[in-house]
């Protein structure tokens, strides 16, 4: 009985770990709703900590001396809009369990089923699961921040088809790109909208700051783009030809990744083709074989 629990837990335990890894895309209506609906206003910290969180926060100062977080993983975190401590913390309590989880599970075999496995196999087990789950989070940051970062690729290009649109009008560069970046919804839309705030509060150039949001979130499309504008201003470039040229490069960029995407999804479409093919010749096969061995 003991021995049947232990296997359902642990049964449970791996389809919790592949679900965490691996979550179900949302809807796409769910997601057309988040990006259009404004996001409520945070909360205290304190009350939304969990309990899990407030346990490994005595512990980040040890995750921070082993080099964490690094620069990479700071720029997903900032895309992610992740506190950087709760983050910490989480690993922490991941690396905790799967240190303990092997000694829990001898534990109980030892006690409940009388099984003795030896100081050994825990040990081994509990290093390599704590040093897996330690990186887990890392996976699932990256992942988020990687969608994350092609929604910023979307929204520039889209603010720059829009500027490009609002300099034939007729308008200036700061004004064509205010009415452009006004329109577009959405995180990335937010962040090209805080930055030309701020320059328009601090009376300072926009394409600094647009370069430092681009610096930050580790979007190089952003901080090529500043750095455009910012030599169209002082050099007295013709700021529509090069906005209209930094679009076309950036959607032919975007159409050749979805393509490469493409191919790579049906490159891997082939693997269970010639697998199921295998395995219907074997199928056919096995009893002329078996015939012939039999009988000779």
């Not at 100081?119 to 996976?139: K, M």
């Given at each position: 009985m003991i021995v049947t629990f232990l296997g359902a837990l642990f049964g449970v335990g791996v389809t919790a770990l592949a679900y965490g890894l691996r979550p179900p895309r949302p809807a796409l209506a769910a997601v057309l709703t988040a990006l259009n609906t404004s996001p409520p206003p945070d909360e205290p910290r304190a009350e939304n900590e969990e309990w899990a969180t407030r346990l490994g926060r005595r512990a980040v100062p040890l995750v921070r001396a082993l080099g964490f977080p690094t620069t990479s993983l700071r720029a997903d975190l900032a895309v992610c809009g992740t506190n950087e401590e709760q983050f910490l913390a989480g690993k922490a309590v991941c690396a905790a369990?799967?240190?303990?989880?092997?000694?829990?599970?001898?534990?109980?075999?030892?006690?409940?089923?009388?099984?003795?496995?030896?100081?050994?196999?825990?040990?081994?087990?509990?290093?390599?699961?704590?040093?897996?789950?330690?990186?887990?989070?890392?996976?699932?940051?990256?992942?988020?921040?990687?969608?994350?970062?092609?929604?910023?690729?979307h929204t520039l290009s889209l603010v720059l088809d829009l500027t490009v649109i609002a300099l034939a009008g007729g308008a200036g560069a700061h004004q064509a790109l205010g009415q452009a970046v006004a329109a577009p919804q959405g995180w990335a839309a937010a962040k090209l909208r805080h930055a030309l705030h701020v320059a328009h509060l601090t009376r300072t150039s926009p394409w600094s700051h647009l370069g430092d949001l681009g610096r930050h979130l580790a979007v190089t499309d952003l901080s090529e783009l500043a750095s455009t504008l910012n030599l169209?201003?002082?050099?007295?470039?013709?700021?529509?030809?090069?906005?209209?040229?930094?679009?076309?490069?950036?959607?032919?960029?975007?159409?050749?990744?979805?393509?490469?995407?493409?191919?790579?999804?049906?490159?891997?479409?082939?693997?269970?083709?010639?697998?199921?093919?295998?395995?219907?010749?074997?199928?056919?096969?096995?009893?002329?074989?078996?015939?012939?061995?039999?009988?000779?």
């Open positions: 369990t799967g240190f303990v989880a092997p000694w829990a599970t001898v534990l109980l075999l030892r006690f409940g089923a009388g099984v003795e496995a030896g100081w050994w196999v825990p040990s081994a087990s509990s290093f390599a699961l704590a040093t897996l789950l330690f990186f887990a989070p890392d996976l699932s940051v990256r992942r988020q921040a990687e969608l994350r970062r092609r929604e910023m690729q169209a201003g002082s050099e007295g470039a013709k700021i529509r030809g090069s906005l209209a040229a930094k679009a076309r490069a950036m959607r032919r960029r975007r159409i050749s990744e979805a393509d490469g995407a493409a191919q790579a999804a049906t490159e891997r479409m082939s693997l269970p083709v010639v697998g199921l093919f295998a395995a219907f010749l074997l199928l056919i096969g096995y009893p002329a074989l078996a015939h012939v061995m039999s009988v000779t």
